[in-house]
């Protein structure tokens, strides 16, 4: 067997525009990067583009507002000029999207059980018996204590660190090679985000699953992504391995990095 080298991902010259009342407004102007078999992680200050730049990858992002790019080669296909509907084709199955609040991703009138039974059947064909116990083996994977009792709960009965293992089962639920996750712990309290950053790290060791990590928190992508990219005001303005970060000299990165002691300071 081959082992490809190809990025899973490869975006040249990504352009992001919200109408606003002056016209349309560039949210995202012109960024160019590639996403491998690696923990890639995103910062930069609140506004910046990161979450529009992961909608964009998902093809979430409709009229009015405006998406393009030279190149946006998602697992060897290009959708640069694809219609957002194109992307059905890679969303889910190839790339997972996992956000900052599940009380916003999850269905709240359909259970945990049947939000995953539907994922399974979509992607795997899975039903009946067999989708079940494939969703109680994800529960139990995502380290929820009682699946049987997750299974038949509501979002709304779920802590916010349940719901999202709940969201990360949903998401494996597909086998995604991609996991796109935006500030998956931000709403989490601090236990809780070490567990589930435990949680994706375990995943991407033993699904070989790439993780693309969006994150205000500079020294947790130090330690834990391989390689990061800065943004500032819809730029990519550095970029280098994770864990050359804190040595960067580029005057931005200098300044997120300042701020972090002050702001852990009491
Ligand atoms: N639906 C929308 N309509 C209009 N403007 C939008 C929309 N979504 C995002 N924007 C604008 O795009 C820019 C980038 O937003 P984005 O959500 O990507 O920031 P971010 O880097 O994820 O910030 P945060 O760290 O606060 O999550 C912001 O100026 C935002 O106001
Ligand atoms: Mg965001």
């Known amino acids: 067997m081959s082992v490809s080298t190809e990025p899973l991902v490869e975006v040249r010259d990504l352009h992001i525009m919200f109408p606003s009342r002056a016209g349309m407004t560039n949210a995202v ?45 998602l697992f060897g296909d290009d959708y640069a000029q694809a219609r957002p509907s194109a992307f059905s084709a890679v969303r889910g199955c190839r790339m997972g999207l996992i956000m900052q609040d599940p009380r916003y991703s999850l269905n709240p009138v359909a259970t945990i059980g049947t939000q995953i039974e539907e994922g399974l059947y979509l992607q795997r064909g899975l039903r009946g018996a067999a989708a079940r116990a494939e969703g109680l083996r994800l529960l139990d994977a995502v380290a929820l204590r009682d699946p049987q009792r997750v299974w038949s709960s509501y979002a709304h009965q779920l802590s916010g660190g349940m719901g999202q293992r709940a969201m990360i089962a949903m998401m494996l639920a597909m086998e995604p090679a991609l996991l796109i996750a935006d500030e998956p712990t931000s709403a989490l309290d601090v236990t809780v985000q070490v567990e589930i950053l435990a949680l994706l790290e375990g995943l991407v060791k033993d699904r070989g699953m790439a993780l693309l990590l969006v994150s205000h928190d500079l020294r947790m992508v130090e330690g834990f992504c391989d390689r990061v990219i800065v943004m500032h005001q819809g730029h990519i303005v550095d970029q280098c391995r994770a864990e050359e970060l804190s040595h960067s000299h580029h005057p931005y990165t200098r300044r997120l990095l300042n701020c972090v002691p002050a702001l852990a300071e009491p």
């Open 29 to 73: 102007k012109g960024i160019s990067f590639e996403i491998g078999q690696e923990k890639l992680g995103i910062v930069g200050e609140s506004g910046s583009g990161k979450s529009v730049t992961c909608r964009a990858l998902l093809g979430l992002i409709a009229p009015p507002a405006r998406v393009s790019a030279s190149t946006m080669r």
